[in-house]
């Protein structure tokens, strides 16, 4: 919890496109197991940017925290409802599927 306080107080003097970025990479770190280990075979990095770039606010700030606190049931359920939504699919299917393909 310490660690969650401190790194909320960091971001407090950080711009809004800073503390976006950090909350994509700490989501990234969140996200990359549970793509390791629900979607063996998929191309990380296109797969990891297409998650990344079809989740809302909401999303990322959750998946941030988990980041933080490690991947949880709930990262999941929030990582297998993006990769449902069809913006993501779409997104796979230009952006994964020709790296798979390579």
């Known amino acids: 919890m310490r660690l969650v306080l401190l790194s909320l107080a960091l971001l407090a003097g950080c711009s809004v496109q800073q ?3 950090i909350a994509r990479d700490a989501a990234r770190s969140a996200i990359t197991p549970v ?13 990891l940017d297409c998650v990344i770039d079809n989740a809302s606010a909401v999303q990322i700030r959750a998946l941030a925290l988990d980041g933080v606190t ?11 409802d993006i990769v449902s939504q069809p913006e ?15």
């Open 70 to 80: 490690g991947p949880t049931q709930s990262t999941v359920q929030i990582v297998t």
């Open 35 to 47: 793509l390791v280990e629900r979607f063996p075979g998929v191309p990380l990095e296109p797969t």
């Open 88 to 102: 993501t699919l779409t997104c796979l299917a230009a952006e994964g599927l020709p790296a798979l393909l390579r």
């Open 19 to 21: 503390q976006d970025q």
